[in-house]
């Protein structure tokens, strides 16, 4: 199915937006983004429903590969929510130095939400081959009020695989919020 049928826009590897005022997710998208998130070189792909960055609303719809990473980071004014469609994931919080003091596991056979408020570093680590997440902000997009934490692998590090090995054993004893 063609981007238009699908009222679609490109706007960069793995970034796709909605064309329309009035926005529908098919199983087709959400097979666009999972190819597309296998084959990209961040390992991730999205379809943005909120018409332009400065949106004061943002969401998205984001399939993750089991193969990425994401550098663990902290949005210093906005909230978050992911809400799990397809997979398995752990997002794992810190503390300001890099120790752990939450992960919380999202399947699609127990917890499937979850909400974090601004100024926790996080990082989600996908446990399953593919994941697919509905995940809302506040917008608009502004790049300098995200921190990248200093203890964590930048991506495309030859040190991110054993940075994430080591999250493996504690993202499948995790707690979940009750």
Do not use: W
Request: with cysteine; glycine share 6%; charged share 20%.
């Amino acid at each position: 199915m063609s981007l238009d049928n699908l009222q679609l826009m490109k706007e960069s590897e793995g970034v796709y937006r909605t064309t329309t005022s009035v926005s529908v997710i098919s199983q087709e998208h959400l097979a666009l983004i999972k190819r597309e998130a296998e084959s990209v070189s961040r390992k991730r792909a999205r379809i943005c429903l909120h018409p332009t960055n400065d949106s004061p609303l943002h969401e998205m719809f984001i399939a993750l590969s089991g193969q990425g990473y994401v550098k663990p980071h902290k949005h210093l004014k906005k909230s978050e929510s992911f809400h799990l469609v397809e997979g398995d994931i752990a997002v794992i919080l810190f503390d300001d130095n890099g120790h752990v003091t939450q992960s919380i596991r999202l399947s699609t056979l127990n917890t499937r939400y979850y909400r974090l408020e601004a100024g926790t570093f996080h990082t989600i680590v996908v446990l399953s081959e593919l994941a697919v997440i509905h995940e809302v902000t506040d917008g608009p997009f502004v790049a300098s009020e995200t921190e990248y934490a200093d203890f964590a692998p930048d991506e495309g590090s030859p040190d991110v695989g054993v940075y994430l090995d080591s999250f493996v054993e504690a993202a499948n004893g995790v707690t979940n919020l009750t």
